[in-house]
């Protein structure tokens, strides 16, 4: 299957029966196979209007208590920023796939890893995050649709599957997780109260300052309790590594061909591959920072997640960057190459 | 033995409107709420507030609200009744809301046809940010931003909602009513329950526009805001029926739409 | 344990070359291998040129997108101009030689071409010498059982196209069938084989 499809399907078996999607390249399989599906599921595929209306109507299924989503690529999502901003204010659940394409503007249509600013830091406006994951395999789009909905149900909080072009349209072996329904418990769901308590009110509106503080910082400590739980990453051949990789999704798989080679030369490299990039697993870099001697990113963008690594890192040991941008993949021998570099400036900076 | 005559509708919080003295969203939410206590519908009906004045209506209404991104109510409103088509879910929007930011929502919410009941209040200005031109002020008409008066060929003319709605086959029942007087208030509450009534029927997407006044931004008396409504704005805005699929014969829009489809076919007049 | 393998395919869109992809990746699939099949999507996709990449190997895979591949599988002149040079060297080239009138001048790679569209239109098998380049590829390189790569194309026509099925088979008898080159085939189709 290809991601695009293995993921929707995922979302499926998860208990998503409402997606609101508009076309958009690369991500249109995923639509088009929720079209086909989900009235065989008796659920909801309705093409909106706009990116704008189709969050929003993520939002009202939302508010519903529904397992609902959308997709979209890079510029839809900015699109989206808006009604994210509103989901997270209103503390309702929901999914958001970004199949992410080159920008800014109209960009191309080639796989990137531009928006990570986008998902981690700014995806609408106001105080908030979204829980982002981050897939590096077909498998991994179908686990993370699939788990989505549960994070976001428990946190309250909207979630994104940070993917790309690549993992979008390709295909690899994947193994599809056991159908479940949709049984969370949603209590201040807006579903007619029937009489029987007090209305329920989806809201991000409040107009006492004091108010929209106690909100803010009642969301930040979920926030705090999801960072201490929430976080995951993947770790290869770290144990021994003088020189530590951190890459997600499509250019990890780029990271890890390239440290195999470096590996032969004999450079001790490793990798860190961050699943969630919010909450960004500091807790394994951190751990890493004592045997390593450098670190650095490798990105499909001119250098976004290398910010969350030094930060990490906070000084002790140089993080270094390297990308491709615009849509191009990363060669395992340019990154192989860009391993060297560190390489040779450690042992420069050793004499 | 005292009788009760008169209360307040079971479907209105206790919390007292914040609109100004003379605003006509106070009558408007009591015909709603009236009709949702008359047809028994408050436990299972969701509303959507928008960005504008009544943004608070969350606050107002006794019934689940939710509140909707400005020009989004429409969208938020599809998601919820696709969500529950067992519930009733109607949008309370002004102007500027759904005429201008939120057209392609409102346009594509008719078409589609979803069982959804939009009230909208058009008193051709943006209250809640203190007077601005809207898509519906009138010609000449003289706003914050318009100081020297609607300039048609700079601003662009006023859009008539109900009339542009009607073409669109997803719509059951199009509207245009005002509440200046006891006469058109009964009028308006009737054609109000109507389209409820219609949306629990399944006919079709139903939409009642208000015309409305804005003392506080027109700059006049309430009672002289009345005035101004009768002798500006119901001429350029007609009270009428402008679509009503069950009248015409129709059991809904879709019958409707079949119809209209072989008349034009046939020659006809759409 | 087979050596891992990284192809590229190409050719006009239309040509079949995505689904010929599919097969290939559809068999490691059987087979239980890791692989990848990635396709080049765009404007490309509508009428120009479309190429996909397909790895196959025991190890996870890394990379999907083929940049430097062991095998390229060509069917236009367009296609093998462009990725000859990035064939690695000792590597395969199988090229559609009805489509493609000049062959690589490369000493360094194994090229065989085959006729594959005039052998598609010769026995009534139009639109499938992509199928016919994946016998072939299969008789020279052996990139998995031939009985493997016989279940992939059951799998991989749909239902509604039932009736094509007998004619891929057909098809890539053809490419297993092809004496043209001068090598001996790494793979031959199975003793009891019959299209139908």
Known sequence: ?351 | MSKVVFQRPHALTDTPFSYCPGCTHGIVHRLVAETLDELGIEGTTVGVAPVGCSVLAYEFFACDMVQAAHGRALAVATGLKRAMPENVVFAYQGDGDLASIGTAETVHAATRGEKITVIFINNAIYGMTGGQLAPTSLPQQVTQTSPYGRDVNEAGFPIRMVEMLSTLDGVALAQRVTVDSPKNVRAAKKAIKKAFEYQVEGVGYTIIEVVSTCPTNWGLSPADALQWLRDNMLPYYPLGVYRDVKAEGYANVAEAASARAQRLASGGDA | MAAPVNMLLAGFGGQGILFAGKLIAYAGLIEGRELSWLPSYGPEMRGGTANCSVCLSDEPIGSPLVLEPDVLVAMNQPSLDKFIDSVVPGGKVIVDSTMCQRLPERADVDVFPIPATQLAEENGLKGLASVILVGKLLREIGFCDPRTLDAAIAKSVPARKAHLLPKNRKAFEIGMLNEDGESVPVCSLPEDWAVE
């Open chain 1, 1 to 351: 299957m290809k991601g695009n499809e293995a993921l929707a399907e995922a979302a499926i078996r998860a208990g998503c029966r409402f997606f609101f999607g508009y076309p958009i390249t690369p991500q249109t399989e995923l639509a088009a196979y929720m079209a086909k599906r989900m009235p065989k599921e008796n659920g909801v595929y309705l093409q909106a209007e706009s990116e704008i209306a189709a969050i929003n109507m993520v939002y009202g299924a939302s508010a519903a208590g529904k397992r609902a989503m959308t997709s979209s690529s890079s510029p839809g999502i900015s699109l989206k920023a808006e009604g994210i901003s509103y989901m997270a204010g209103a503390d309702l659940p929901g999914v958001i796939i970004n199949v992410q394409r080159g920008g800014p503007g109209l960009g191309g249509i080639q796989p990137s890893q531009s928006d990570y600013f986008q998902a981690t830091r700014a995806t609408g406006h106001g105080d908030f995050h979204l829980i982002v994951l981050a897939p590096s395999t077909v498998q991994e789009m179908t686990d993370h649709a699939y788990i989505a909905f549960d994070l976001a149900d428990e946190y309250r909080v909207p979630v994104m599957v940070l993917a790309d072009g690549m993992l979008g349209q390709m295909m690899e072996p994947v193994v599809l997780p056991e159908p479940k329904t949709d049984a969370a418990e949603k209590p201040w769901a807006v579903t007619g109260h029937k009489g029987e308590r007090p209305h329920n009110i989806a809201n991000s509106l409040y107009l006492a300052p004091e108010r929209l503080e106690e909100t803010n910082v009642e969301r930040y400590e979920r926030y705090e309790r999801i960072k201490a739980a929430e976080q995951r990453a993947e770790e290869y051949l770290v144990e021994d590594a003088e020189i530590v990789l951190v890459a997600f999704g499509a250019s990890s798989r780029i990271a890890r061909s390239a440290i195999d080679k470096a590996r032969e030369k004999g450079i001790k490299a490793g990798l860190i591959r961050p699943i969630t990039l919010w909450p960004f697993p500091v807790d394994a870099i951190e751990a890493a920072v004592p045997g390593a001697k450098a670190f650095l990113t490798v990105e499909m963008n001119m250098g976004q997640m290398v910010d969350d690594v030094r930060l990490a890192v906070n000084g002790r040991r140089p993080v270094e960057f390297f990308g491709r941008t615009g849509g191009i993949i990363p060669t395992p021998a340019e990154t192989l190459a860009a391993i060297e570099r560190v390489a040779a400036s450690l042992e420069g900076g050793a004499r």
